[in-house]
T-cell receptor
Framework: DVVMTQSPLSLPVTLGQPASISCRSS???????????LNWFQQRPGQSPRRLIY???SWDSGVPDRFSGSGSGSDFTLKISRVEAEDVGVYYC?????????FGQGTKLEIK | EVLLVESGGGLVQPGGSLRLSCAAT????????MYWVRQSPGKGLEWLAN????????QYVDSVKGRCTVSRDNAKRSLFLQLSSLRDEDTAVYYC????WGPGSLWGQGTLVTVSS
């Protein structure tokens, strides 16, 4: 199975400051169809996961543009340009290139 | 409203079985691959199974292969997960999910399964 490794696992951030989460996969996530199926999810306390970004850098509907995804191959990043209070939660990267799909361990974002 | 609503969770004894359901509303269910994902404190988020739009293709993760069956009824806009020989480690919140590869991602609210004697 593809192992997804996130860092950091804990991310204390001051309101209004930027934040960045790294995600590395144990093998390339480039699919045979040429796409890279790397997603980012947010899970707020007590809620189901919500996808923010798909195919590395495409926004899901309703996602604020302060969230952005980048990367290629096996190295990816989620950035939040200015953290707001509603961004508190756990963030997961997830690959959907190789079955079984797999998630990273999660990064807990909290406000300092 | 576009929704996925899971049901069928509860307390189950080790070795028992359960059938989870997921009702879809507000979209053309038969247009989408569907998935089951579970979340437990011990193992985090785990993709369990997927099923193609017409039910002709299914895949399972190794941890449930042989004791899990995913199915769907497009006429009733419903997704199902049958899980047998339940173990402590199957205790989790089970989610049904739409759209993994492209736009339109949707998760249900989840249904809690507790395996305990």
């Amino acid at each position: 199975d593809v192992v997804m490794t996130q860092s950091p696992l804990s991310l204390p951030v001051t309101l209004g400051q930027p934040a960045s989460i790294s995600c590395r996969s144990s093998q390339s996530l480039v699919h045979s169809d040429g796409n890279t199926y790397l997603n980012w999810f947010q899970q707020r306390p007590g809620q189901s996961p919500r996808r923010l970004i798909y195919k590395v850098s495409s926004w899901d509907s309703g996602v604020p543009d302060r969230f952005s995804g980048s990367g290629s191959g096996s190295d990816f990043t989620l950035k939040i340009s200015r953290v707001e209070a509603e961004d508190v939660g756990v963030y997961y990267c997830m690959q959907a290139t190789h079955w079984p799909y797999t998630f990273g361990q999660g990064t807990k974002l909290e406000i300092k | 409203e576009v929704l996925l609503v899971e049901s069928g969770g509860g307390l189950v004894q080790p070795g028992g079985s359960l059938r989870l359901s997921c009702a879809a509303t507000g979209f053309t269910f038969s247009d989408f691959w569907m998935y089951w994902v579970r979340q437990s404190p011990g193992k985090g988020l785990e993709w369990l199974a997927n099923i193609k739009e017409d039910g002709s293709k299914k895949q399972y993760v190794d941890s449930v292969k042989g004791r899990c069956t995913v199915s769907r009824d497009n006429a009733k806009r419903s997704l199902f997960l049958q899980l047998s020989s339940l173990r402590d480690e199957d205790t989790a919140v089970y989610y049904c999910v739409r759209a993994v590869w492209g736009p339109g991602s949707l998760w249900g609210q989840g249904t809690l399964v507790t395996v305990s004697s």
